[in-house]
T-cell receptor
Framework: SQELEQSPQSLIVQEGKNLTINCTSSKTLYGLYWYKQKYGEGLIFLMMLQKGGEEKSHEKITAKLDEKKQQSSLHITASQPSHAGIYLCGADGQGAQKLVFGQGTRLTINP | GAVVSQHPSRVICKSGTSVKIECRSLDFQATTMFWYRQFPKQSLMLMATSNEGSKATYEQGVEKDKFLINHASLTLSTLTVTSAHPEDSSFYIC??????????FGSGTRLTVV
């Protein structure tokens, strides 16, 4: 089964600083998804990556999928308090039709 | 955009009773829905895949007789926690696959069994 390893598990950064969260897969990724969650609430979809080398940006968040399609990174530029939360990477394998998640990264932004 | 409605958002029940959680896709048809469980400070654990018109596929270690899943229509899947016990207290969240647009999640249900 697809296993996703996220790092770091916890991250505390000062407001205005940049940060990166990584997601590594044990198998080739066919669809890689990034979500944000406030604990106890639903998931907010951020981005979906499918092609090797693909990169997408939305506002101050950029996600990349490496050429081998086994690692993805999420980069936040000039972090703000609104970026605080739990970031989850999820992946569905070829034909698997189910989305499994990494263990999540808890992001805290200090003012 | 695609919206998934999950109800109730919070429920408290007595030990031994059953609780039903509903997951509805509001503006799209979902042949496949998924149920997850989330423990405090942990990630989402996939419990089962719910397929419209057929039996759900449960992940290893998930008791199918305890967590009953019904997906009777293209817009509704239900999860019933039967004979609930305090250890079943958790955050349950559903998602629906919207073909071509990925997965949309409900807002979750916090179940407390007392």
């Amino acid at each position: 089964s697809q296993e996703l390893e996220q790092s770091p598990q916890s991250l505390i950064v000062q407001e205005g600083k940049n940060l990166t969260i990584n997601c590594t897969s044990s198998k080739t990724l066919y669809g890689l998804y990034w979500y944000k969650q406030k604990y106890g609430e639903g998931l907010i979809f951020l981005m979906m990556l499918q092609k090797g080398g693909e990169e997408k940006s939305h506002e101050k968040i950029t996600a990349k999928l490496d050429e081998k399609k086994q690692q993805s990174s999420l980069h936040i530029t000039a972090s703000q308090p609104s970026h605080a939360g739990i970031y989850l990477c999820g992946a569905d394998g070829q034909g698997a039709q189910k989305l499994v998640f990494g263990q999540g990264t808890r992001l805290t932004i200090n003012p | 955009g695609a919206v998934v409605s999950q109800h109730p958002s919070r429920v408290i029940c007595k030990s031994g009773t059953s609780v039903k959680i509903e997951c509805r896709s509001l503006d799209f048809q979902a042949t496949t829905m998924f149920w997850y469980r989330q423990f405090p400070k942990q990630s989402l654990m996939l419990m089962a895949t719910s397929n419209e018109g057929s039996k759900a596929t449960y992940e290893q270690g998930v008791e199918k007789d305890k967590f009953l899943i019904n997906h009777a229509s293209l817009t509704l899947s239900t999860l019933t926690v039967t004979s609930a016990h305090p250890e079943d207290s958790s955050f349950y969240i559903c998602s629906a696959e919207n073909l071509g647009s990925g997965y949309t999640f409900g807002s979750g249900t916090r179940l407390t069994v007392v």
